[in-house]
């Protein structure tokens, strides 16, 4: 089965989502929001499809499965109100002034930075995912 790239980005207040190829795009208030308006949307743009008697575009066709992902700028202000930019510093190792900048889009993070930010992200997840309460 293969895969299906979304891409979330920004947008003003909320969040909007497409599939690069395809003529699918969405928008929601947060990521589940947008996971279900988006599997809805391909589902109506594939049942069209059929309607019509026309074949879906390449990368809808055959078994596939939905890929979120998100650019660092959109991951940094959307869940600014869990992570403040020092939090974020700390778990990546990124400088804050640094991570200030992809957030208001002046600079783009290189691979090795998204690295960065993914291996920490991951880190704090395990940590988290350990963590039993009382």
Known sequence: MKTVEVIV???GNNLSAYIEGA???TVGND???IEKNMKEAVELYLESCKEMNIAPVEILQGEFTLKFKIDAATFINY???????AALSRITGINERQLWHY?????KPRK???EKIQKGINAL???LAA???L
């Open 79 to 85: 869940y600014s109100s869990i992570f403040t930019k």
């Open 112 to 114: 090795q930075q998204l």
């Open 125 to 127: 997840t395990e940590e």
């Open 9 to 11: 980005e920004h947008a």
């Open 23 to 25: 003529p699918v795009i």
């Open 31 to 33: 990521v589940k929001e």
């Open 103 to 107: 957030a208001a889009g002046v600079h």
């Open 131 to 133: 963590i039993n309460l």
